[in-house]
């Protein structure tokens, strides 16, 4: 297994749109066991393929305190969504940063597991939120993308500015010219 890099905001790869998944062979079960172990090294409760810069539909989530209770969504399809909810959410792609979010509280999906095989499931609360957050993320689209234009264009910024800092020369390095 592999820790994967995670795609930063305002990164334009997070925009991609991810492919569905052909077929769930070794290569995609080694890309589950990788996203997982980037997840809970990051530290997250959920990781879209699309945030480590690999354009196909899986996600990975685990809310367990433990760390042992993944869930692998391969080609995950909502097929009924109700109620709605506000939720404070973050992003392992957009460090730092948590705003509220109106999301339904209550989902049905269709997808297919680890193993390959296709099954329904429903959710609610915490879990139907961050399966929506996710599956948005196979979208190209970002929770910053539920905020104000004014709130998104301020925390592109910020980012951008932490960015360049973190990768500016250290003070007194000498730079080889």
Known sequence: MAILDI???PDPRLRNKAKPVARVGDAVRR????MLETMYEAPGIGLAATQVNVAKRVVVIDLSEEKNQPLCLVNPEILEMDGAEQM???CL???GVYETVTRANHIRLRAFGRDGAPFEMEADDLLAVCIQHELDHLEGKLFVDYLSSL?????RKKLE???RQREAPEAGAYQVI
């Open 7 to 9: 795609l930063s905001f």
């Open 31 to 34: 890309l589950i066991d990788d």
């Open 88 to 90: 404070e959410e973050g």
């Open 93 to 95: 792609s957009v460090p």
């Open 151 to 155: 709130k998104r264009q301020r925390i």
């Open 161 to 163: 500015k932490e960015n």
